[in-house]
């Protein structure tokens, strides 16, 4: 079973246009979709895409809002898409491979390793290593969990996606965060 899990932030039409837009783009390769809107406006339109739409009246952060999708997700499989990212090519399920974590190629970004926007992990995988730290709640956790999963990192260049980077973090207002979510980054075991 693969689950797809989108943490959104709709805080006005533009950013849940983008939201619909990506989620209807995976809809059809998954066999849950779980939506994740981070204290910001609720969206039927969303809810009537996902399997499971969860609302959090306080806003978590992206960290906390991917985990509690994430947690809660049923999927042998777990796909975390950012709002901004659409599918362009591909099959996602293509990024299924057992005791990995793998990354489609982002079409406008050079991204080696992990691509933050979307990645899929194995349950085995969160089993052994867990989900993103919360103390970073913007920047920095997924960088964190790549240097913690780059063992059983894998690319799939045969799935394509772009991203329209810091789309729902501009709005939001927290560029400033990311100072804060460095010293938490730096401040653990590096492995």
Not at 14 to 23: I, P, R
Not at 98 to 117: D, F, M, Y
Request: glycine fraction near 6%; aromatic fraction near 10%; hydrophobic fraction near 35%.
């Amino acid at each position: 079973m693969f689950t797809i899990v989108i943490p959104t932030y709709t805080a006005n039409t533009a950013l849940e246009d983008m939201a619909v837009k990506c989620a209807k783009s995976y809809r059809d390769y998954c066999d849950e979709m779980v939506i994740c809107e981070d204290g910001k406006s609720f969206s039927q339109r969303l809810m009537d895409i996902a399997d499971t739409y969860i609302y959090n009246h306080k806003n978590l952060g992206f960290t906390g809002n991917v985990n509690r999708g994430w947690r809660y997700a049923a999927g042998d499989y777990v796909g975390i898409v950012n709002s901004d990212t659409y599918l362009v090519s591909g099959n996602p399920r293509d990024l299924c491979i057992p005791n990995k974590v793998t990354s489609p190629i982002v079409e406008n970004q050079l991204i080696a390793n992990l691509a933050g926007p979307f990645w899929v992990t194995s349950k085995s995988i969160t089993e052994k290593i867990g989900y993103l730290i919360e103390g970073m709640k913007t920047y920095y956790s997924d960088t964190e969990y790549d240097n913690r999963v780059a063992k059983y990192f894998q690319k799939v260049p045969q799935v394509i996606v772009r991203h329209h980077g810091a789309q729902s973090v501009t709005v939001a207002g927290v560029e400033d965060k990311m100072e804060e979510d460095k010293k938490v980054y730096d401040s653990l075991p590096k492995r």
